[in-house]
């Protein structure tokens, strides 16, 4: 977004909806990372803005006066944000619309903000986990980037190939120093912690290839959420094979107790491809190749 921040647009939608899932909808995104803002949105302000009920949210009475006093300012901040997107604003630069899955949103925000933006496009990175044909027909979005198990075929939509992502041991360092900096030990007496994959993904299967190779009989469990793989990992509970793109999220850029260890005799390169509309290839040739060049280099 250009004018929106996003603090105030998730605020000020799910002060509207009144319902994470609501809400969620209608930002492109999950009602997870929309739960976590808003309560990381809170903590900075000090103060409860919804009250969680079982049959959805309610301002509080801070929460009440904040939405009242910001809707005047919002409407009219709406109102130029869709201006300059019709290019009768501020800016003639286009605003791209990215389409990413939960997995890979974090990573990808810096990386493709910072490239972007070099080029004077401003960009805006939606999370969308489905309905990917519809997203990209109605121009809700006008790129997918997708790694992880492949997809099947649409149609009128095309796809290009980027390079693969790899696998890396994520580990809290306190973790580590309990076993003497010993991967190995590390990787037989910890925790394991793992997103939720198909049995045909290069996620499943080398992992349990490598696990049935060394005959680790450690716990392993499955989390819906990276978030709750990376906070896992962070209080020392777990650990996990990820992408090294995880590496490049805000949960994790700045924790200096959270390490990424390559990890001899697991290979896994997860491919990684990005999705548009036939009709719009030569258009967003250009496009492509950045984003190619800005993914290859993470």
């Not at 004077?120 to 999370?127: A, L």
């Not at 010993?182 to 696990?211: C, D, G, I």
């Not at 793989?229 to 209080?235: C, G, P, S």
């Amino acid at each position: 977004m250009f004018v929106l921040s996003k603090n105030l647009n998730l605020f000020m939608i799910t002060a509207q909806e009144l319902s994470f899932k609501k809400a969620a909808k209608r930002l492109f995104i999950t009602p997870s990372p929309l739960g976590k803002s808003i309560n990381n949105l809170e903590e900075q302000l000090g103060y409860e803005l919804f009250t969680r009920r079982n049959d959805g949210l309610k301002l509080t009475s801070k929460g009440n006066c904040l939405y009242t006093e910001l809707l005047p300012k919002y409407e009219e901040l709406v109102k130029l944000e869709n201006e300059i997107v019709r290019g009768r604003g501020l800016t003639q630069n286009p605003i791209i619309k990215i389409g990413v899955n939960n997995y890979y949103f974090w990573g990808l925000c810096s990386a493709l903000d910072n490239l972007l933006t070099q080029y004077n496009y401003n960009i805006q990175i939606i999370n969308i986990d489905t309905d990917i044909p519809y997203n990209l027909h109605n121009e809700n979005i006008d790129f997918y980037i997708h790694n992880g198990d492949a997809l099947e075929s649409y149609a009128n939509i095309e796809s290009t190939q980027l390079q693969g992502d790899r696998l890396m041991l994520m580990t809290g360092k306190d973790l580590l120093h309990k076993y003497q900096n010993n991967v190995e030990a590390v990787l037989s007496n910890a925790t394991w912690a793992q997103l939720r994959h198909t049995p045909s993904s290069p996620y499943f299967k080398n992992m349990h290839q490598y696990r049935n190779d060394r005959r680790i009989n450690s716990s392993l469990i499955s989390t819906s959420e990276i978030t709750q793989t990376i906070e896992l990992v962070k209080k020392n509970l777990a650990i996990s094979f990820v992408s090294k793109t995880i590496e490049k999220s805000p949960f994790i850029e700045r924790d200096h107790n959270v390490e990424f260890i390559d990890v001899e005799g697991l290979s896994c390169y997860i491919p990684r491809e990005i999705f548009y509309l036939s009709a719009k290839k030569e258009k967003l040739s250009m496009l492509i190749n950045i984003i190619s060049k800005a993914i290859n280099n993470i």
